[in-house]
C-alpha cells in the first residue's frame, strides 16, 4: 500500500475529518497520514484504542515514535496521559493496551536502524521556553540528533510564522488553528513540506499548539526492510 508516497509533493491531511480504518486488532482503528507498505509499513497515523483493546507483544524492529492525543495509553512500562511524547527505538519491546481508550499519534519504521535512545517526555507537565529571535513563540524540545529535530511549539494568536524547510517538515495541530496556502489547519490537521521549501502560516485568533518535525526527509523515504536472522 502507498499512501501520500511521494515526498517531493505537499500534503496535508484533516484527521478529526478521515474515516476511520479498523487494523487487524478488533478496537483499534487508524487515521492514515502516510504509508509505504502493508501491516508492516512506513507510516503515519492516528490510532484510536476502544477502551479494553490491547496489542499482542511485539518488537519494534523499525523504531515507533508516538504522542498521546486523548485518554490514556498503557503498557507493561506504566501508564501514558495524554501529553506523553514516546520514541521506543529499534529492538524495544512492549504490549500496547488502553484500559479506558485512547488516541495517539504515531510514526512506525522512521528510526536510523542502530538509534537505541529511549525517550519519554511528560509534555503537560514541560516548561516552554523563549525561541530567539522570534518574538512571542515558545517551544519545548522533544528530541534531536543529526538526522531530526522534534518539539512542540506554541505560536501566538493572530501571528505569521515562516516555515522553512530545507530537510523537510511535518506540522500537526494539537490545539488552536492556522491557515497556510488558503487553508484551515485546526486540531488532528497535519502538513508534510518536502525539502528545499519554505512557506507561512497565518495563525487564528486561539494561537496554536503544534508538534513539529523537521530535517527528516533528506533521505528518499522507503518501505521497511526486513532484516533476515
Not at 474515516?19 to 490510532?47: H, K, L, N, Q
Not at 535512545?117 to 522533544?142: C, K, M, Y
Request: glycine content about 8%; proline content about 8%.
Amino acid at each position: 500500500m502507498e499512501l501520500n508516497a511521494d515526498f517531493s509533493r505537499r500534503v496535508s491531511v484533516h484527521g478529526a475529518g478521515a474515516a476511520w480504518v479498523p487494523s487487524p486488532i478488533p478496537g483499534v482503528d487508524r487515521r492514515m497520514f502516510d504509508r509505504i507498505g502493508d501491516e508492516v509499513a512506513r507510516a503515519t497515523s492516528i490510532v484510536r484504542y476502544a477502551p479494553g483493546s490491547a496489542f499482542s507483544p511485539h518488537v519494534h524492529t523499525g523504531g515507533e515514535e508516538f504522542l498521546v492525543l486523548e485518554g490514556v495509553f498503557q503498557d507493561e512500562h506504566g501508564d501514558f496521559p495524554a501529553g506523553t511524547y514516546v520514541r521506543n527505538p529499534p529492538t524495544s519491546r512492549h504490549t500496547p493496551a488502553s484500559e479506558n481508550g485512547c488516541t495517539i499519534f504515531v510514526k512506525l519504521w522512521q528510526f536510523d536502524p542502530d538509534d537505541r535512545t529511549q525517550v519519554r517526555i511528560e509534555t503537560s507537565d514541560a516548561v516552554f521556553s523563549r525561541e530567539p529571535q522570534r518574538p512571542g513563540i515558545e517551544f519545548v524540545a522533544l528530541f534531536e540528533d543529526s538526522r531530526e529535530n522534534v518539539s512542540l511549539k506554541r505560536w501566538p494568536a493572530g501571528s505569521r510564522v515562516d516555515l522553512a524547510s530545507p530537510g523537510g517538515l511535518e506540522v500537526l495541530v494539537l490545539e488552536g488553528n492556522f491557515v497556510e496556502s488558503g487553508e484551515t489547519f485546526r486540531p488532528q490537521s497535519w502538513l508534510r513540506l518536502p525539502c528545499d521549501t519554505a512557506t507561512g502560516v497565518t495563525v487564528g485568533a486561539a494561537g496554536a499548539l503544534v508538534w513539529i518535525k523537521r530535517d527528516h526527509l533528506r533521505e528518499m523515504p522507503a518501505a521497511p526492510q526486513i532484516r533476515s536472522a
